[in-house]
């Protein structure tokens, strides 16, 4: 099972360089997430989507864009990568079901380093 | 606001010990949803376990169990008898009102053999 797949898995950009990391979800599910995780500081929400066609902001939205491209994928963009957006991105989905909030399944993380 | 605290940032043992990992948050939202990952040294996000705040019964899965306490807003996690593979960054998470996850700053767990 695929699960949340994120691409790429690595990659190093300069300072001012644009870059669009993508996820794609074959749960069905109708919220995505995009995360930050930075030493010491846990997750941080920095998108979501509720479902298609929607977008919200999250903890630390500032230098970033997001797509819902469809149900299947939700992409995060860095218009102008600065040394400070240098951290592991994580791509989530959640799906909705009986017995309450079901739990977020992650992506295997995006290492992304901006010099 | 919600907040989600791991006081502990890492945290070494010997194999066979047991270990709690403690998770306090806040909430003020009188429904709610904890939940635990494990992010192994590979670097993947693993749900361990969700509980609901209307349901505070302990739960046990092997070496695993979880005392949840509503009147000390924790979320505690144990492994019992612990292995070299229960090595990683173990996350606490909050969902109350709304579509956000609030995550604690981790505890790094170091079993040695």
């Given at each position: 099972?695929?699960?949340v797949?994120?691409?790429?898995?690595?990659?190093?950009?300069?300072?001012?360089?644009s870059?669009?990391?993508?996820?794609a979800?074959?749960?069905?599910?109708n919220?995505?997430?995009w995360?930050?995780q930075?030493?010491g500081?846990?997750?941080r929400?920095?998108?979501?989507?509720?479902s298609e066609?929607?977008?919200d902001?999250?903890?630390?939205?500032n230098?970033?864009n997001?797509?819902?491209?469809n149900?299947?994928?939700f992409?995060?963009?860095?218009e102008?990568?600065?040394?400070?957006?240098?951290?592991v991105?994580?791509?989530a989905s959640?799906?909705?079901?009986i017995?309450?909030?079901?739990?977020?399944?992650?992506?295997?993380?995006?290492?992304l380093?901006?010099? | 606001?919600?907040?989600?605290?791991?006081?502990?940032?890492e945290?070494s043992v010997?194999?066979?010990?047991?270990v709690?990992?403690?998770?306090v948050?806040?909430?003020?939202?009188?429904?709610?949803?904890?939940?635990?990952?494990k992010q192994?040294?590979?670097?993947?996000?693993?749900?361990?376990i969700?509980r609901?705040?209307f349901?505070?019964q302990?739960?046990?899965?092997?070496?695993?169990?979880w005392?949840?306490?509503?009147?000390?807003?924790?979320?505690?996690?144990?492994?019992t008898?612990?292995?070299v593979?229960?090595s990683?960054?173990y996350?606490?998470?909050?969902?109350a009102?709304g579509?956000?996850l609030?995550?604690?700053?981790?505890?790094?767990l170091?079993?040695?053999?």
């Amino acid at each position: 099972n695929a699960g949340v797949t994120q691409t790429p898995k690595f990659q190093v950009l300069k300072t001012g360089q644009s870059m669009t990391l993508q996820c794609a979800q074959d749960m069905n599910h109708n919220s995505m997430y995009w995360y930050r995780q930075d030493p010491g500081m846990g997750l941080r929400l920095i998108y979501y989507s509720a479902s298609e066609g929607t977008t919200d902001k999250g903890e630390v939205p500032n230098g970033y864009n997001v797509s819902r491209l469809n149900k299947r994928e939700f992409s995060l963009r860095l218009e102008s990568a600065a040394p400070s957006q240098t951290s592991v991105y994580f791509c989530a989905s959640r799906g909705t079901g009986i017995g309450g909030n079901q739990p977020q399944h992650f992506g295997d993380g995006t290492r992304l380093s901006i010099l | 606001a919600q907040k989600v605290t791991q006081a502990q940032t890492e945290i070494s043992v010997v194999e066979k010990e047991d270990v709690t990992l403690d998770c306090v948050y806040e909430t003020r939202d009188t429904t709610y949803y904890l939940f635990w990952y494990k992010q192994p040294p590979s670097g993947e996000l693993v749900f361990l376990i969700r509980r609901n705040s209307f349901d505070e019964q302990n739960e046990i899965s092997g070496r695993y169990s979880w005392n949840f306490q509503k009147s000390t807003s924790s979320f505690n996690f144990t492994i019992t008898a612990s292995q070299v593979v229960d090595s990683a960054v173990y996350f606490c998470a909050l969902k109350a009102a709304g579509n956000m996850l609030t995550f604690g700053g981790g505890t790094r767990l170091m079993v040695k053999p």
